[in-house]
């Protein structure tokens, strides 16, 4: 079946960084475009970031020129690298990626940054 496991999370100073990681199994990942969510309880999960099967990466604007994610097609992997990290960005991280219509979710990783 289908697995995400992210890794990464934890607690860093406003300015700091910090890089996650996203194991995938069961797709023949190199093929599929992963995502990058976040969420705090009672809001909508936000897209961050996204990277497809050529690695063209897509951003939203709160994060762009801060946050970078790539892919290692050898590793099943998939990182998003967090950097000059606010408040604002604490939240839980989630990877993403869909097959034929049904979602797929890693277990989530916690990012909190603090003043």
Known sequence: ????????????QAGGSLRLSC???????????????????GKERE?????????????????????????DNAKNTVYLQMNSLKPEDTDVYYCNTVLLSTS???QGTQ?????
């Open 104 to 106: 797929y979710w890693g």
């Open 47 to 71: 897209l961050v970031a996204k990277v497809n099967s050529g690695a063209t990466t897509q951003y939203t604007a709160s994060v762009k020129d801060r946050f970078t994610t790539s892919r």
């Open 23 to 41: 194991v995938v199994s069961g797709i023949t990942f190199r093929f599929f475009t992963m995502n990058w969510y976040r969420q705090v309880p």
């Open 111 to 115: 990012v909190t940054v603090s003043l």
């Open 1 to 12: 079946q289908v697995q995400l496991v992210e890794s990464g999370g934890g607690l860093v």
